[in-house]
């Protein structure tokens, strides 16, 4: 899979998540709001009011099915932004995240005309702040980002390390633990003579594991190849394709 092919997964699976929540707002605002016993006809009623849920189900099969190339990515898959090779976060998970929290949201919504209206303003006010949160899976998920500098990381905690903070290890790769994949970095400490060991995981992340500490790996033994990360000649490169 090429890095262009890989990024545009990436950004229509992402896509596909935010139209789907925003029809599951739709959906229910149109319950919330429009639904009147006097007007409204049963059947319509129920219609409504259980569309969203359908939807959502829906939605988190057609996106595991259309996606699934992404969601056990291949060995060589990453995106290249130019200044960095980056690991994005599952967009698989973080879209089914983002469709799930906003249908969350909408069960705060309140039409009811018996409360004041400042009352209602306030509720409906707050339901929107957490269904605008529903981005935020999104935009401030996991991620790796592997630039000239180092390793920028956002899975389980934040951590920046540069590369002169990672150890090599001979003989080996970087380790991994299979099961529930981890990226084991070995990193200097500092007063003491012996390297520590950081465990990020991948669990959530669109990466082969493998693959990711093979790169990582080959940056901390060849600092002479690190200025040229993020190029798209430097991936081919790096992957064999050049």
């Known amino acids: 899979m090429t890095p262009g092919r890989f990024g545009r997964y990436v950004v229509g699976c992402k896509a596909t998540a935010v139209g789907v929540a925003l029809l599951i707002v739709a959906l229910r605002v149109a319950y919330e709001f429009g639904v009147t016993p006097a007007d409204t006809p049963a059947w319509a009623a129920a219609a409504l009011l259980f569309a969203p849920v359908v939807v959502l189900s829906a939605a988190f099969i057609a996106?595991?099915?259309?996606?699934?190339?992404?969601?056990?990515?291949?060995?060589?898959?990453?995106?290249?932004?130019?200044?960095?090779?980056?690991?994005?976060?599952?967009?698989?998970?973080?879209?089914?995240l983002t469709m799930g929290w906003a249908l969350l949201g909408t069960v705060f919504l309140e039409s009811d005309p018996a409360l004041p209206a400042s009352t209602r303003t306030a509720i409906n006010g707050g339901a929107a702040l957490v269904i605008a949160g529903a981005v935020l899976p999104l935009l401030r998920g996991p991620r790796i980002v592997v630039s000239p500098a180092g390793l920028n990381i956002r899975a389980g905690g934040r951590r920046v390390l540069a590369w002169d903070d990672l150890v090599m290890v001979p003989g080996n790769p970087l380790p991994l633990t299979v099961r529930a994949p981890k990226l084991a970095l070995s990193v200097r400490r500092p007063g003491r003579p012996e390297p520590g060991w950081l465990l990020v995981p991948l669990d959530l992340l669109a990466v082969e594991p493998v693959f990711l500490g093979s790169v990582v790996e080959h940056y901390v033994e060849h600092p002479d190849r690190r200025a040229a990360i993020g190029t798209a000649e430097e991936y081919a490169r790096l992957t064999g394709t050049a």
Do not use: K, N, T
Not at 70 to 85: C, K, T
Not at 88 to 93: E, K, Q, R, V
């Open 63 to 96: 996106v595991g099915i259309v996606f699934r190339p992404i969601q056990h990515p291949p060995p060589v898959a990453l995106r290249v932004r130019g200044d960095a090779f980056v690991v994005p976060g599952s967009p698989i998970l973080m879209g089914r």
